[in-house]
């Protein structure tokens, strides 16, 4: 089955611990992105990456960061500078270009304990 | 102020019943419009675009007013399996590249009651 997996779905973590939170696609898409939700909040834009090997930061890009070394692969890390890193978060992958159709992952809920 | 406004509910309705949702966006540059569900706990899905011709999918009736800024989401018959909350969304005009940058409203919950 074509798809976009996110693992862990629940991440429980210690202040001042990094954590990497993993999503792979199988669907040849170029595009991909991670969002975060708050509840009360709309999605917000991490980080995006168009195309292997680069990667452009979204509107709260701090305290992330990310990498993207494989086309069906784009991994984001939770760093300590991360002031509020609790929240549920959301890979999503589309075909490259304005017009299409972004297609989420299920998503990882992160606690900070 | 947000760059899209959407009024958060939650929505009470019987089943059967009709109900609107509406959505206003700031940005006169919004190139295009999307109603997203989102169930408890789970990712959003696409629901429907939105075109400035308004269009229909089954039940649910989008329209967009481009004046006004603002967009809204019709369903008809409610059924138990609607409620969810509904996600407004825009995709904003880029200039320079050719990004699919997403902008979310916080959403609205339905609850349809038996």
């Known amino acids: 089955d074509g798809g976009i997996t996110q693992s862990p779905k629940y991440l429980f973590r210690k202040e001042g611990q990094n954590v990497t939170l993993s999503c792979e696609q199988n669907?040849?898409?170029?595009?991909m992105y991670w969002y975060r939700q708050d509840p009360g909040q709309g999605l917000r834009l991490i980080y995006y990456s168009q195309i292997v090997n680069d990667f452009q930061k979204g509107d709260i890009a701090e305290g992330y960061s990310v990498s993207r070394e494989k086309k069906e692969s784009f991994p984001l890390t939770v760093t300590s500078a991360q002031k509020n890193p609790t929240a549920f978060y959301l890979c999503?992958?589309?075909?490259?270009?304005?017009?299409?159709?972004?297609?989420f992952g299920p998503g990882t809920r992160l606690t900070v304990l | 102020r947000k760059e899209v406004e959407q009024d958060p509910g939650p929505f009470n309705v019987p089943e059967g019943a009709t109900v609107a949702f509406n959505c206003t966006y700031s940005?006169?540059?919004?190139?295009?419009f999307f109603w997203y569900r989102q169930d408890c706990r789970k990712e959003p899905k696409l629901l429907m675009s939105?075109?400035?011709s308004g269009n229909e999918d089954g039940r649910f009736t989008a329209q967009l007013n481009r004046a006004s800024q603002y967009i809204s989401l019709l369903i008809r018959d409610s059924k138990l399996s609607d409620s969810a909350t509904y996600l407004c969304v825009v995709r904003k005009r880029d200039y320079g590249g050719a990004t699919n940058k997403l902008i979310f409203g916080t959403g609205t919950l339905l609850a349809v009651q038996p």
């Open positions: 939105v075109y400035s």
């Open positions: 669907l040849n898409h170029d595009a």
């Open positions: 999503a992958s589309s075909i490259r270009g304005t017009y299409n159709e972004q297609f």
């Open positions: 940005n006169s540059a919004s190139q295009s």
